[in-house]
């Protein structure tokens, strides 16, 4: 059984950066596509940032390419979530996902395994 566990959430203000952690354990992860998915109060799951496990390609949506990093850490079993120049827009609760097939699906709706989400609020 996989278990995804997020850290790392909190309150910053605009311009801020933050690092959230997605510690994983249940099984090896080589093939899995590991990714963050975002919701704010009254919208719908968004997709933020995807990591191949073995590959370690990478994918982003629009709203956050060039200011947040996808990365993984083998050794930890652990994948990291850099956000920078964050944005009062970016606040939403963050979630860790899982996939066991290697296709870098960007609906949450692929995705059998997830965390118990964080709370990230980013002022004005």
């Known amino acids: 059984q996989v278990q995804l566990v997020e850290s790392g959430g909190g309150l910053v203000q605009a311009g801020d950066s933050l690092r959230l952690s997605c510690a994983a354990a249940?099984?090896?992860?080589?093939?899995?596509?590991m990714g963050w998915f975002r919701q704010a109060p009254g919208k719908e799951r968004e997709f933020v940032a995807l990591?191949?496990?073995?590959?370690?390609?990478?994918a982003y949506g629009d709203s956050v390419k060039g200011r947040f990093t996808i990365s993984r850490d083998n050794a930890k079993n652990t994948v990291y979530l850099q956000m920078t120049s964050l944005k009062p827009e970016d606040t939403a609760i963050y979630s860790c996902?899982?996939?066991?097939?290697?296709?870098?699906?960007?609906?949450?709706?692929?995705?059998?395994?997830w965390g118990q989400g964080t709370q990230v609020t980013v002022s004005s």
């Open positions: 996902a899982a996939r066991s097939s290697p296709v870098m699906f960007i609906s949450p709706n692929q995705y059998p395994y």
């Open positions: 990591i191949n496990w073995s590959t370690e390609r990478t």
């Open positions: 249940g099984r090896t992860f080589s093939g899995y596509i």
